[in-house]
């Protein structure tokens, strides 16, 4: 079982074309895994072996009667449970939606279902993706994998820890600020975010419109090539779907070079409030591919100082619009007030979004209903739009310098619980290296560079293209993992301590 958890998912669907293996015996494996090691990290919110068996039998079958199958089909995947699935629990990692099972599939769940993915289940989250470290799920938390005392990021923590240990080998995440790219590099896996439009958000539950997008976790570069591929694609079902074809990102990943390549080191995403053994491993990346035949340049983007405090207007905003729909009237939780005999509605729905919600919603519900509300919407959230354009400009202008930009993906390693639960200006500042890209709606990625010095955890680098240009992200990115590879004799995740017992 240890070299069938621990094989990519490129490997894994190779040895089922050949015959080696079957879609059942990895299934099984995986569900093994979870059984044995998710009751210390708790990555999982919902786990569905009955429903994975039988869609990797059914693969088995389609195989053995020589019918043609997706690349990645009977490959094991987790699903960030942000994402609904018809006749699975999808609960956000809230109880305002505590049991409640969807009746129909987010597309991206369709387009797994029809290549042959087996589900195995739905992954931890900060409560409706909000927050940097899975602390504020309903449901406690998840656990990083290096350190079971650490976080694991978030809000996709779950999904990253779930790769990260073994338990699957491919996991969807949400990016709204860099919940994809930030547990990826807290956790030593690789974790990427499409071009806004690239990948349909039909079927996520919204947090911020303009700013969400799904995404890949793997454990390698290919791994996540392959599954945004899969993903990827015009949906008419979201009106924010790009109509374009998908780039090629398994071709860029194998035939990765970045001889003569233009590389710019964002000067604003480093320096003061970055770990000294983040900074290291960065400069080593940035090194390699100077050494790889890279032109490296430093370029500016003066507004990305404004990045946190623009994001953090925008996305309450949008927050406090969407989460409007979880009145307890239509679905999700109801909760009756107490002593009241004939409530009203709105009685009702103030008693239930008073229990459903948990203190980081609330907080960021009254933010964006304060940005929003008359008197002050050109002050916060207008002013806050127009330092958006500002970002959009800083990245078309570095982009005229250089063909990808490069910075660390988190200013720190991962903290350990509680450090920053009391403090949330401290948590949402590991957000900041990412917040750019999604401001501007570009592609990035987050591939692990090595372990910090100081404490010998994960660290990772991030890789920005402009927007469709998701190839280049992958390009880049793969170049950096083959170099490291090389170096470290290994991928990072090899060098992993057990995931039972804190280190």
């Given at each position: 079982?240890?070299?069938?958890?621990r094989?990519?998912?490129?490997?894994?669907?190779?040895?089922?074309?050949?015959?080696?293996?079957?879609?059942?015996?990895?299934?099984q494996a995986?569900?093994?895994?979870?059984?044995?090691v998710?009751g210390?990290?708790?990555?999982?919110?919902?786990?569905?072996?009955?429903?994975?068996?039988?869609?990797a039998?059914?693969?088995?079958?389609?195989?053995?009667?020589?019918?043609a199958?997706?690349?990645?089909?009977?490959?094991?995947?987790?699903?960030?449970?942000?994402?609904?699935?018809?006749?699975?629990?999808?609960?956000?990692?809230?109880?305002?939606?505590?049991g409640?099972?969807p009746?129909?599939?987010?597309t991206?769940?369709?387009?797994?279902?029809?290549?042959?993915?087996?589900?195995?289940?739905?992954?931890?989250?900060?409560?409706?993706?909000?927050g940097?470290?899975?602390?504020?799920?309903?449901?406690?938390?998840?656990?990083?994998?290096?350190?079971l005392?650490?976080?694991?990021?978030?809000?996709?923590?779950?999904?990253?820890?779930?790769?990260?240990?073994?338990q699957?080998?491919?996991?969807?995440?949400?990016?709204?600020?860099?919940?994809i790219?930030?547990?990826?590099?807290?956790?030593?896996t690789?974790?990427?975010k499409?071009?806004?439009g690239?990948?349909?958000?039909?079927?996520?539950?919204?947090?911020?419109?303009?700013?969400?997008?799904?995404?890949?976790?793997?454990?390698?570069?290919?791994d996540?090539?392959?599954?945004?591929?899969?993903?990827?694609?015009?949906?008419?079902?979201?009106?924010?779907?790009l109509?374009?074809?998908?780039?090629?990102?398994?071709?860029?990943?194998r035939?990765?070079?970045?001889?003569g390549?233009?590389?710019?080191?964002?000067?604003?995403l480093?320096?003061?409030g970055?770990?000294?053994?983040?900074?290291?491993?960065?400069?080593?990346v940035?090194?390699?591919?100077?050494?790889?035949?890279?032109?490296?340049?430093?370029?500016?983007?003066?507004?990305?100082?404004?990045?946190?405090?623009?994001?953090?207007?925008?996305?309450?905003?949008?927050?406090?619009?969407?989460?409007?729909k979880?009145?307890?009237?239509?679905y999700?939780?109801?909760?009756?007030?107490?002593?009241?005999?004939?409530?009203?509605?709105?009685?009702v729905?103030?008693?239930?979004?008073?229990?459903?919600?948990?203190?980081?919603v609330?907080?960021?519900?009254?933010?964006?209903?304060?940005?929003?509300?008359?008197?002050?919407?050109d002050?916060?959230?207008?002013s806050?739009q127009?330092?958006?354009?500002?970002?959009?400009?800083?990245f078309?202008?570095?982009?005229?310098?250089?063909?990808?930009?490069?910075?660390?993906?988190?200013?720190?390693?991962?903290?350990?619980?509680?450090e920053?639960?009391?403090?949330?200006?401290?948590?949402y500042?590991?957000?900041?290296?990412?917040?750019?890209?999604?401001?501007?709606?570009?592609?990035?990625?987050?591939?692990?560079?090595?372990?910090?010095?100081?404490?010998?955890?994960?660290?990772?680098?991030?890789?920005l293209?402009?927007?469709?240009?998701?190839?280049?992200?992958?390009?880049?990115?793969?170049?950096?993992?083959?170099?490291?590879?090389e170096?470290?004799?290994?991928?990072?995740?090899?060098?992993?301590?057990?995931?039972?017992?804190?280190?």
């Open positions: 079982m240890d070299d069938t958890i094989a990519s998912a490129a490997d894994l669907a190779a040895a089922m074309q050949a015959g080696e293996m079957s879609s059942v015996e990895i299934t995986q569900l093994d895994r979870i059984a044995e998710d210390d990290l708790h990555a999982f919110l919902h786990v569905d072996a009955d429903g994975a068996l039988a869609t039998k059914r693969v088995d079958d389609a195989r053995a009667a020589g019918e199958v997706a690349a990645l089909a009977g490959v094991p995947i987790a699903i960030k449970d942000v994402v609904v699935t018809r006749g699975l629990p999808t609960t956000c990692g809230s109880h305002i939606l505590e409640w099972i009746p129909y599939d987010a991206i769940v369709t387009r797994l279902r029809q290549a042959g993915l087996p589900i195995l289940g739905k992954t931890n989250m900060d409560e409706l993706a909000m940097s470290s899975t602390e504020h799920s309903a449901y406690g938390p998840s656990r990083n994998p290096w350190d005392g650490r976080i694991p990021g978030g809000s996709g923590g779950g999904s990253a820890a779930a790769v990260a240990s073994h699957a080998p491919l996991a969807i995440g949400t990016d709204t600020g860099g919940s790219r930030q547990p990826a590099a807290v956790t030593g690789v974790g990427a499409p071009t806004y690239g990948v349909s958000r039909y079927g996520l539950i919204a947090l911020a419109s303009s700013l969400d997008q799904a995404g890949p976790v793997a454990r390698t570069v290919l996540a090539a392959m599954l945004h591929e899969l993903l990827g694609g015009h949906d008419p079902l979201d009106s924010t779907s109509d374009a074809p998908v780039p090629a990102l398994v071709d860029a990943v035939d990765a070079d970045v001889a390549l233009r590389v710019g080191v964002v000067r604003e480093g320096g003061e970055y770990q000294r053994g983040v900074r290291a491993r960065f400069d080593e940035v090194g390699l591919l100077t050494d790889a035949g890279a032109e490296v340049t430093e370029v500016s983007c003066p507004h990305f100082d404004y990045a946190l405090a623009a994001y953090y207007l925008i996305l309450p905003s949008e927050a406090s619009s969407n989460l409007a979880f009145d307890a009237m239509r999700g939780l109801r909760v009756p007030p107490d002593g009241v005999a004939d409530p009203s509605a709105e009685q729905m103030a008693a239930t979004r008073a229990a459903g919600f948990g203190d980081e609330k907080r960021r519900i009254i933010l964006g209903t304060y940005a929003l509300s008359s008197g002050y919407y002050a916060y959230y207008g806050a127009k330092v958006r354009t500002l970002i959009q400009r800083d078309a202008a570095a982009f005229d310098q250089a063909d990808v930009l490069l910075s660390p993906t988190a200013p720190t390693t991962a903290f350990r619980f509680g920053k639960l009391d403090d949330p200006v401290a948590m500042l590991n957000d900041i290296a990412t917040i750019p890209a999604n401001l501007a709606g570009v592609p990035g990625i987050s591939v692990p560079s090595g372990l910090a010095d100081e404490d010998g955890l994960p660290t990772g680098v991030q890789v293209a402009p927007a469709r240009a998701d190839d280049r992200v992958y390009r880049v990115g793969a170049v950096i993992e083959a170099l490291l590879v170096r470290w004799g290994g991928t990072l995740l090899a060098r992993a301590p057990s995931v039972t017992g804190t280190r």
